[in-house]
């Protein structure tokens, strides 16, 4: 429901940021009535695209962390692969951080307390020490990990040591390369980041988007587990969703373009 009119002017160039607006009034040559209007749309068309691409990660993240159980066992990250290689052993040690501060930061201050006993230093070095202490689960660290780590195993620096050696059976159509894969998923990284900084997806990446997700589910599969095309069965609603408010986008810019 558009809010237009419940706000002067002036509010709408404290609350959008006058630099925001003009970026998209160079953007769209439209009137400040209709950049409003737009402004509105394209935030429902982020909202759309931000459910689609949350579960898409949550599947794509357990679906390879399956596979990699299969490789690497139970314990992958600490595989010799994500031990010896700078940027994934980083990742891992990031994400196993995150898991131990979130697990200590759910207690109570009575319980934190009790866990600092015996540590040294400033408080900041008591909690990191007193973390550590916290029992986490492979769950706990591999929700920690960021996108950028799920699309880093993708890429040609590790497709001997990874898509050769098992990761290709999530993708199983002999016509998908690693670089199909790769390219697909930097596409849905540079939108999740848009979105997480409030920035805009306009229509081109819109499309991308759509392209890139629909591609994605229809060949990810998990053998024995996962059918292919049912995380592009699950995806489809949402993807309509998408595709319904980039409509409405679309058709606001055709009747308020100069």
């Given at each position: ?53 949350s579960i898409f ?53 009575t319980a934190r ?146």
């Amino acid at each position: 429901m558009s809010s237009i009119g419940s706000l002067s002017k002036a509010e709408v160039e404290i609350a959008f940021s006058k630099d925001r607006l003009s970026r998209l009034q160079a953007i769209y040559t439209v009137d400040d009535l209709a950049l409003v209007l737009i402004h509105e749309q394209l935030n429902e068309l982020s909202g759309a695209i931000f459910a689609s691409v949350s579960i898409f990660e949550v599947h794509l993240r357990n679906l390879v962390s399956h596979q990699l159980v299969q490789m690497f066992g139970t314990n992958w990250y600490d595989a010799n692969v994500f031990l010896s290689k700078a940027v994934l052993k980083n990742a891992v040690k990031m994400a196993r951080d995150r898991a131990y501060r979130n697990a200590f930061s759910k207690l109570t201050s009575t319980a934190r307390k009790a866990l600092r006993v015996g540590t040294t230093g400033t408080k900041k070095q008591k909690d990191k020490q007193a973390c550590k202490k916290l029992p986490i689960t492979n769950g706990d660290i591999i929700s920690h990990f960021y996108f950028s780590f799920w699309r880093t195993l993708f890429s040609k620096s590790y497709e001997p040591q990874l898509w050769n050696f098992g990761l290709r059976k999530l993708f199983p159509q002999k016509t998908v390369t690693r670089g199909n894969i790769s390219e697909h998923l930097e596409t849905i990284y540079k939108v999740r980041n848009r979105i997480a900084h409030h920035e805009f997806i306009h229509p081109s990446l819109c499309r991308e988007y759509i392209k890139s997700v629909n591609f994605l589910t229809r060949n990810l599969s998990l053998k024995g587990f996962v059918r292919k095309g049912r995380m592009y069965k699950f995806q489809k609603p949402y993807v309509k969703r998408i595709e319904f408010q980039l409509s409405q986008l679309e058709h606001t810019l055709a009747n308020v373009s100069r």
